[in-house]
């Protein structure tokens, strides 16, 4: 009953993260027609895909992240808009990890997935940029939450390896599933559905998975919370050495997805004359070698656990060549080639730290793990706030090679940086949680739970 519970959790929890990151890109098909509609134009479906007004009636399904600079105030706009989440992500993440930790995991992921679900909400029925906005906000308040409480959840109830790392491995497929598909899902049912469906859909989706929340673990209904040890403080784990490298990683790592991602389609098309299609698909073949990468590592980590340090230095170097090789690609089959090795790169640090981090907390702190996870996100949400800001600055007065060539420098100058974790593994459990349980014995309610868990 307890496997099949924390299976269920397991769902739940990847549920989130799904929609969590198909909110982030399904408003990609729609911009375009807010920017027609601020420019005075008529918003609807037929609007063009490209921000510029030319390129014809037929839209396409798989439209640019971002519409081609003007230089005008709406792509300052649109590059505010797109980084707002992260922004209150950003700012938000230290609050809800010291939440998280004083109240546990499933009350704030429920209360996620319902700031989520009014997000979603709002997204369906907005009709200006103010509402986007604030919608917009919302959904990164709700993330805040939702994946920090979700990830801290799944290193609770798989407390051993390598059950942690496959969890973990499965909740970062489908975040990359969930960014990929939003796209051409929100594109299909915009075009013959209109621009309300795709949010009214993952609405649904995110009321249901609440709900099956709420059915697995209802709020009051155990005690073993009010006996769980007090969490370590956010600050003191931000200045812990070990933590501190691994989420300059997890960030260093991201830098090249958040700062493409706002820059490439441009590049594409001027450089190399690619077409709506082409910019579109550019992101969506990188999926299958980001889930070779957490398979892979995953597969690894259970055979040599004791190297995870080298498959993320090994991951950032990929990622740092990768970056490097993109200015120079002719066409769109070669700019295939190193976007797949960064995603497959960020796949193998993901999988590789996410763990180290909740091994980290379980040796030299307490197990309690909604402020480490808050960082994690801190980490994620300081890449992709800057990215739709900073990124198109960068290559306006430096080009978009040296910005290539300036993050794939960092990820390589940084992989040697991860050898500071190398005798990790062989830490052992000081004054936290697991040397209670394991060494004193169980002496509440908490620890006789956990100490059934760990047996089990």
């Not at 996620?112 to 917009?136: D, P, Q």
């Not at 050495?241 to 960030?251: D, K």
């Not at 990929?318 to 796949?347: D, E, H, K, T, Y």
């Not at 050898?419 to 509440?444: A, D, T, W, Y």
Request: hydrophobic residues 50%; glycine residues 10%; neutral net charge.
């Amino acid at each position: 009953e307890a496997r099949r519970q924390r299976r269920l959790l397991l769902v739940v929890v990847c549920v989130a993260l799904l929609l969590d990151n198909m909110l982030y890109m399904v408003i990609v098909p729609i911009i375009p027609d807010y920017i027609a509609a601020m420019r005075g134009g008529t918003a609807g479906p037929s609007a063009p895909a490209g921000g510029n007004g030319s390129g014809g009636g037929n839209r396409s399904l798989l439209p640019a992240r971002y519409p081609p600079a003007t230089g005008g105030n709406e792509d300052v706009q649109i590059g505010v808009l797109f980084a707002s989440k992260a922004m209150l992500q950003l700012l938000v993440n230290p609050l809800s990890g010291t939440l998280i930790d004083r109240v546990g995991y499933e009350v704030p992921l429920l209360a996620g997935l319902g700031v989520m679900f009014l997000s979603t909400a709002t997204f369906a029925f907005a009709e200006n940029y103010a509402t986007l906005f604030a919608a917009r906000s919302l959904q990164g308040l709700g993330s805040a939450f939702a994946d920090t409480a979700g990830i801290a959840l799944i290193a609770d109830r798989y407390a051993e390896e390598p059950a942690r790392s496959r969890a973990l491995g499965t909740a970062l497929a489908c975040i990359s599933f969930g960014s990929l598909a939003a796209p051409p899902f929100g594109g299909v049912l915009y075009e013959f559905a209109g621009k309300r469906v795709p949010f009214l859909v993952l609405a649904c989706v995110c009321l249901l998975d609440g709900l099956l929340l709420l059915a697995l673990a209802p709020p009051g209904a155990t005690g073993a919370r009010a006996n769980m040890p007090v969490g370590t403080p956010i600050h003191r784990l931000m200045i812990d050495p070990y933590i501190a490298v691994v989420a300059g990683a997890l960030a260093t790592c991201n830098i090249p997805l958040a700062f493409l991602e706002p820059t490439i389609a441009n590049w594409m098309k001027d450089s190399m004359g690619a077409s709506e299609w082409e910019v579109g698909l550019t992101w969506l073949p990188a999926f299958f070698p980001h889930v070779l990468g957490v398979y892979v590592t995953v597969r690894l980590a259970a055979a040599y656990p004791h190297l995870q340090w080298f498959y993320g230095a090994l991951g950032m170097a990929i990622i740092g060549a990768s970056s490097c090789l993109v200015p120079a690609c002719r066409n769109f089959g070669q700019v295939i080639i190193p976007l797949c090795g960064i995603c497959f790169g960020i796949a193998l640090v993901d999988t590789a730290l996410l763990p180290t981090l909740a091994f980290l907390v379980d040796v030299r702190h307490v197990s309690v793990y909604g402020s480490v996870y808050a960082i994690a996100d801190i980490s994620y949400s300081v890449a992709y706030a800057l990215g739709p800001i900073v990124a198109g600055q960068i290559v306006h007065t430096m080009g978009f090679a040296q910005l290539n060539l300036g993050m794939g420098l960092a990820n390589v100058l940084y992989a040697p940086v991860l050898l500071f974790l190398k005798n990790v593994c062989q830490m052992k459990p000081s004054h936290s949680e697991r040397n209670i349980l394991l060494e004193e014995g169980p002496k509440g309610l908490y620890d006789t739970i956990k100490m059934e868990e760990r047996k089990g």
